[in-house]
């Protein structure tokens, strides 16, 4: 059986060697008929060194810890990186 790979965004990177990833999907309704967005988050390991923002493919994996069962595969965009530490404003 081949192994799932979805394609998401990286929230945290806060952990050693270990990201969230966020995936989103829609569907339409089976009854009312509109499109709803789900999200759903997973714990992928990290080799790449990826940070916040960046757009990853997650493969899945044997379990690697108690939440952990997908790695990166690959990088296929780089966020934008912010500064956390200079005002945007410019003078407080």
């Known amino acids: 059986m081949p192994r799932r790979r979805l ?21 339409r309704h089976p009854l009312y008929g509109k499109v709803v ?18 757009t990853v493919q997650i493969v899945e994996s044997r379990p690697l810890s108690k939440r952990k069962r997908w790695m990166v595969e690959t990088v296929l965009n780089r966020g934008v990186q912010v500064s956390e530490l200079a005002p945007e404003g410019g003078a407080a």
């Open 37 to 54: 967005h789900r999200a759903k988050r997973f714990l992928a390991h990290d080799e790449q060194s990826c940070q916040i923002g960046d």
């Open 7 to 27: 394609v998401g965004k990286v929230t945290s990177n806060k952990m050693t060697k270990t990201v969230v990833v966020e995936v989103e999907s829609s569907y």
